[in-house]
């Protein structure tokens, strides 16, 4: 699925389903929920925290999926088309930051 039709999916899903979006502030509280609970995964599996009985069940794609449904609605909701977003992004890192990385020390490590 390439970012535009899960852009259509989505729009499709709240229109059909959803009955409409939540407003955008909204949407942007969720948005940061749904980061936590994805960082709370990531940090009890990669990181030093141990899980809780809670937590033992949770799948890292369907949380990052989480996160993905969230900004997928706010960029439709606010008419980012994110395929051209990303492409600019991606314009912009490689002519701001092309040797940056590349020259850094510290990641030479």
Do not use: P
């Not at 899903?13 to 509280?29: D, H, P, Q, S």
């Not at 977003?85 to 040797?99: F, G, I, Y």
């Amino acid at each position: 699925m390439t970012i535009e039709e899960a852009q259509q999916v989505v729009d499709e899903w709240i229109k059909t389903k959803g009955v409409r979006y939540f407003n955008e502030l909204t949407n942007m509280a969720m948005l940061t929920e749904e980061v936590g609970e994805l960082a709370r995964i990531i940090a009890r599996t990669y990181g030093e925290q141990s899980f809780k009985e809670s937590d033992k069940n949770r799948d890292l794609g369907d949380e990052m999926a989480d996160v993905l449904w969230v900004l997928i609605c706010l960029a439709n909701q606010t008419g980012v088309n994110l395929t051209d977003a990303l492409k600019k992004n991606l314009e912009k890192k490689n002519s701001r930051d092309s040797t940056r990385h590349l020259e850094n020390e510290k990641l030479r490590k």
